[in-house]
Antibody
Framework: EVQLVESGGGLVQPGGSLRLSCTAS????????MSWVRQAPGKGLEWVTK????????DYVDSVKGRFTISRDNAKNSLYLQMNSLRAEDTAVYYC???????WGQGTMVTVSS | QTVVTQEPSLTVSPGGTVTLTCASS?????????PNWFQQKPGQAPRALIY???TKHSWTPARFSGSLLGGKAALTLSGVQPEDEAEYYC?????????FGTGTKVTVL
């Protein structure tokens, strides 16, 4: 079964850090660009970042540049999102998705609050 | 900052037809923006419906179709079913980055 499973969400204080993971199964993970997409409570979808198959190319939405870092480990079929200097406005469900946005995980909730 | 705008809400009767649009603040939407469309129901992850303007995924019902219309991307639902009630998002590609539309809440009434 083709599947993406996110983990690592939780409650963190403003200014803190968190690392999200996304584990892929059922397809050849190393063949695809991967993205992170987030959705604040009651709000719309926001594309956050993406990474190329070998990790050499990355793009970010302006609001997270310099604070978030995307990475991957193809040997572990895993995608990561290192989030630093977290702000209240980063509170959201974070989804990982494949290159064509045809496969999505179930999401992991990140809450930034004191 | 690029903004992608959709109708906030639309209402359609069962069996009816409704068209959702997706406009870019940078100008006319073309196939080079590779428009995608997604459906999201409460508490669920988004589900892909359309990519590259008009190509359906294997699981996309035939009543969903994508196109370009008057400088915008468009999603048409024909023969609407009650289960089509959901939020719909478009996604445009801007040469490296992507921007989701503001979303359209479709009510089937």
């Amino acid at each position: 079964e083709v599947q993406l499973v996110e983990s690592g969400g939780g409650l963190v204080q403003p200014g803190g850090s968190l690392r999200l993971s996304c584990t892929a199964s059922g397809f050849t993970f190393s063949n695809y660009w991967m993205s992170w997409v987030r959705q604040a409570p009651g709000k719309g979808l926001e594309w956050v970042t993406k990474i190329s198959q070998d990790g050499s190319e990355k793009d970010y939405v302006d609001s997270v540049k310099g604070r978030f870092t995307i990475s991957r480990d193809n040997a572990k079929n895993s995608l990561y999102l290192q989030m630093n200097s977290l702000r209240a406005e980063d509170t959201a469900v974070y989804y990982c998705a494949t290159e064509a946005f045809d496969i999505w995980g179930q999401g992991t909730m990140v809450t930034v609050s004191s | 900052q690029t903004v992608v705008t959709q109708e906030p809400s639309l209402t359609v009767s069962p069996g009816g037809t409704v068209t959702l649009t997706c406009a870019s603040s940078t100008g006319a939407v073309t196939s080079g923006y590779y428009p995608n469309w997604f459906q999201q129901k409460p508490g669920q992850a988004p589900r892909a419906l359309i990519y590259n303007t008009s190509t359906k995924h294997s699981w996309t019902p035939a009543r969903f179709s994508g196109s370009l219309l008057g400088g915008k991307a468009a999603l048409t639902l024909s023969g609407v079913q009650p289960e089509d009630e959901a939020e719909y998002y478009c996604l445009l590609y801007y040469g490296g980055t992507h921007v989701f539309g503001t979303g359209t809440k479709v009510t089937v009434l």
